[in-house]
């Protein structure tokens, strides 16, 4: 269990981690979600005591990190690939792990074969592809056999058997009760993996939700129809009260009515059909759209006819207009840079 | 991906367990897993016994660390070549050539090689740390001990006893052959003192050095940043002073000449008496680097603990 309480962290001027609340709860994959930049890593380091917080405290199990006796026993971390010295074989650099806690040195052997290293424990991790940085990054998250676990970006590097081992090696190590609590900014990935979500932006918190009801809540569901006889097709769910959209492509997208229903009503109209089809719309876009006041770093795509930006996006105030950020994400960054011209 | 998997809802893993590959195999797992996942706050108990984590296994994991890099073993190949080897050609060249040694004894032959070895003993003090902050394994380490005071201990005492254990089988050697061939050359006969003087107290001095190099490497968190200040810090003394021609500034001058690194070590090779230009004498080098060696380290301290990692 890992309790965040008020979690603040400032650089100079810049809030990276504001007031973060939330609870890890044992049994279950957290995600840790947020796009770039959001302070995830940050949370994260704070969490294993390697930066101070400004304000508020993180317990895990009721202590603080530098409390523990054993950490590498109670919370195993995967921070960053390549967190090790690359001239030190992976055997080496586990076994020093091992020894700073008093693991007995036979755990090294039992991670290294869990992560598929054995053959290559003798070899200078400066020679490893990324994928393999990062299983031996797990491995010694997993040395203590401890009973929370930390992953930051797991997934990053790996081949798509990498992925899917890592998925359900978070998934069992889930099972056995212990605390899992792993970052992206992926939510396709978190969709597959996570059974809680902690979603930041900027630093603060956007939700903390079963994964199940965020699906409920943040994924629109729609219907998606196709005729030839379009026209007639729009006057009669007009005519019957339903609000229906054209796309583009020609396609009429229908909210907030049963697929049955409007196949029941082009019946009953004896309307020809190419396409009746629920859809929902992807978590992916359902997370853009939580995060899109929150993201620090846009990449423009010049609107046509558009006025041409002096400067890149990398230097966009970051800052949401105090009045709740009711802008339009993409006119906000525009309409920003004006008012700061003008003043 | 456009519509969700209704499984991403429901951790219970009877649907998981079948996919597993073979490295993480159910069962796998030593320990007390609930059958059925997330059954409330249920923890994970660790099989492998448990025990607090003390001073004595940080020393070991550092030992583990700086025995293991390939560059700790080449410093140190390097700095036993150098005193060993250039020592032995002094000697054989101060034999050779067969003129006194006016005012001192045989061992001062020793002292040039130990001057240039100990550049590697910077490095290496330097490269203990700085090269944990280049490659981010400081942050695997502080995680792995987060009380950073016994981190930074434990690496002075491994650092400490490694060159101190090196530096004393070389100096050692050198010793011996120095008395071996220029004995009947040297003005007087070196007393066991004096022995232990260039080995003991020499191989302290260094060590206390290698100190103050781990103490600037935690300081300034740049291996090669580090390495100039440490550089600087040996020589620029020495050097300043030699340049330091104005009367104003004699009493500057003076203690300049004095406290540089490398009259300090010359002191234990019997630079001192009034020919010489340092007021020091005995085994008072030694103090003088033991109180720089603890500022330096106290300040390292302060500051591994005040920063982020």
Redesign the interface.
Request: with cysteine.
């Given at each position: 269990?890992i309790e965040l309480q008020g979690l603040t962290k400032r650089y100079g001027e810049k809030l990276a981690v504001d007031g973060l609340t939330c609870t890890v709860?044992?049994?279950?994959?957290t995600g840790f979600l947020g796009p770039n930049g959001a302070g995830k890593s940050t949370t994260m380091?704070m969490m294993?005591?390697?930066?101070?917080p400004t304000h508020g405290t993180v317990l895990i199990d009721g202590q603080h990190?530098?409390q523990?006796?054993?950490?590498?026993?109670t919370?195993g971390?995967l921070?960053?690939a390549?967190?090790?010295?690359?001239?030190?074989?992976a055997y080496?650099h586990l076994?020093?792990?091992a020894?700073?806690?008093?693991?007995?040195r036979a755990?090294v052997r039992e991670v290294l074969?869990?992560?598929?290293l054995t053959a290559v424990a003798k070899k200078r991790s400066k020679g490893f592809s990324l994928g393999m940085g990062q299983r031996l990054g797990i491995a010694?998250a997993l040395l203590?056999?401890?009973?929370i676990l930390m992953f930051d970006e797991p997934v990053n590097g790996l081949d798509p058997?990498g992925i899917?081992?890592i998925r359900?090696?978070m998934?069992?190590?889930?099972?056995?009760?212990?605390t899992v609590f792993v970052s992206s900014h992926l939510m396709?990935e978190m969709?597959?993996?996570?059974?809680h979500l902690i979603v930041i932006g900027q630093g603060r918190l956007l939700a903390d939700t079963?994964?199940?009801d965020f699906?409920r809540q943040n994924?629109r569901s729609y219907v998606r129809l196709r005729s030839p006889e379009i026209e007639r097709l729009l006057d009669v769910l007009a005519g019957a009260g339903i609000t229906a959209v054209t796309t583009e492509d020609g396609h009429l997208e229908v909210d907030g009515t049963e697929s049955a229903q409007l196949g029941e009503l082009a019946a009953r109209h004896k309307l020809v059909l190419h396409e009746l089809s629920p859809?929902?719309?992807?978590?992916?876009e359902a997370f853009m759209q939580l995060t899109a006041e929150s993201v620090e770093y846009h990449a423009h795509s010049a609107p046509p006819g558009g006025d041409p930006r002096p400067v890149a996006g990398a230097d966009a105030p970051p800052d949401a207009p105090p009045d709740g950020g009711a802008a339009p994400p993409g006119g906000g960054w525009g309409a920003d840079w004006r008012k700061k011209k003008g003043s | 991906?456009?519509?969700?998997?209704p499984q991403?809802?429901h951790?219970?893993?009877p649907q998981?367990?079948p996919?597993?590959?073979p490295?993480?195999a159910?069962g796998?797992?030593?320990?007390?897993?609930?059958a059925g996942?997330?059954?409330?706050?249920?923890?994970?108990?660790?099989?492998?016994p448990?025990?607090?984590?003390?001073l004595m296994?940080?020393v070991?994991?550092?030992w583990?660390?700086i025995r293991?890099?390939?560059?700790t073993i080449w410093t140190l190949s390097v700095m036993v070549a150098i005193i060993v080897g250039i020592g032995l050609l002094i000697a054989a060249g101060v034999d050779a050539s067969g003129s006194k040694m006016t005012g001192s004894t045989a061992l001062a032959g020793g002292f040039f090689s130990v001057m240039l070895g100990m550049i590697c003993v910077l490095t290496l003090g330097v490269l203990t740390i700085s090269?944990?902050y280049g490659?981010?394994?400081i942050?695997?380490?502080?995680?792995?001990?987060?009380?950073r005071v016994r981190v930074l201990t434990a690496k002075a005492i491994v650092f400490f006893a490694l060159t101190f254990a090196i530096t004393l089988v070389s100096t050692a050697l050198v010793a011996m052959f120095d008395v071996a061939m220029l004995e009947d050359q040297a003005e007087f006969a070196a007393s066991g003192g004096e022995w232990l003087k260039v080995t003991v107290g020499t191989s302290l001095f260094v060590g206390l050095l290698g100190i103050i190099s781990l103490a600037v490497g935690t300081l300034l968190r740049h291996s090669a940043g580090a390495i100039t200040v440490m550089l600087g810090l040996v020589l620029a003394p020495l050097v300043v002073a030699m340049f330091m021609y104005t009367e104003s500034l004699s009493s500057v001058r003076k203690a300049l000449f004095e406290y540089s690194i490398p009259m300090l070590l010359s002191v234990f090779y019997g630079a001192s008496g009034e020919s010489s230009a340092t007021s020091l004498s005995g085994w008072d080098p030694l103090w003088v680097i033991a109180i720089a060696a603890a500022v330096a380290l106290g300040g390292a301290y302060a500051s591994l603990l005040k920063r982020?990692?």
């Open positions: 269990m709860r044992p049994g279950i994959v380091r294993l005591d390697l930066d101070r990190y530098r523990l006796k054993d950490p590498l026993r919370v971390a921070l960053d390549k967190a090790m010295h690359g001239g030190r074989s080496n076994l020093c792990l020894q700073s806690n008093g693991i007995p755990r074969d869990t992560v598929g010694g203590g056999d401890p009973q058997e899917h081992w359900n090696l998934k069992n190590l889930a099972a056995q009760g212990r396709s969709a597959l993996t996570a059974d079963s994964m199940a699906i994924s859809q929902q719309a992807s978590l992916e | 991906m456009t519509t969700p998997q991403a809802a951790p219970a893993a998981t367990a996919q597993a590959p490295h993480a159910p796998y797992w030593p320990g007390t897993a609930p996942g997330p059954a409330g706050p249920v923890g994970y108990v660790s099989p492998i448990v025990r607090k984590a003390t296994d940080a070991s994991a550092e583990t660390k293991s890099v390939r560059s090269s944990e490659t981010g394994m942050r695997t380490t502080l995680t792995a001990c987060p009380d982020d990692a």
